[in-house]
């Protein structure tokens, strides 16, 4: 029984002894594996920190590069704009100029007169005949007519090579 009882005592202090080591051994593990995950979690965290201020950089510059682009847009679009409006002055001037020389009271004041009858501009004496009544306009009046006889082109150069 002694034997076994120093057998017992033996076993007892090696697995104590093997208990403590292997204790130890996944202490020093779980101290190793705290380290190295503190250190990844670090390493990230400063990884994150860095991406994050690129990212604010770039974020930063880019939106510096648009402002930048809108307002150059703007400028050649307030310039453009500037432009089309002094092509329209000008467009308008010429149509003003030009819807003026065909205003029948510019053509009066140059000294033509506008025959009308029954309110229409007459444009040609075949339009008349003998007895119609017409209006005369001048620039400073007009007055009524009576038609006595129509003579065409053709009919005054007979009568003047006569």
Sequence with gaps: WEQLSDYQNYLEQYT??????????????AHQL???TDGQVHRQRMELQKKTLHLQTYSQRSCQQ??????TYKEILHQRSLRQIEVNKH????????????????????????????GKI?????????????????????????????KSSSERKSSSEE
Excluded: C
């Design 16 to 29: 104590q002894q093997f208990l403590r080591r292997e204790k130890q051994a996944l202490q020093l593990f």
């Design 34 to 36: 705290k380290t190295s």
């Design 66 to 71: 648009q402002r930048q682009k809108l307002s």
């Design 91 to 118: 467009a308008m001037a010429l149509w003003q100029t030009t819807l003026k020389m065909y205003n029948p009271q510019e053509q009066l004041q140059r000294g033509y007169s506008l025959t009308l009858h029954r």
């Design 122 to 150: 007459v444009k040609s004496v075949q339009a008349l005949q003998a007895g119609d009544s017409i209006e005369v306009r001048f620039r400073d009046g007009s007055l009524l007519s009576q038609v006595k006889e129509v």
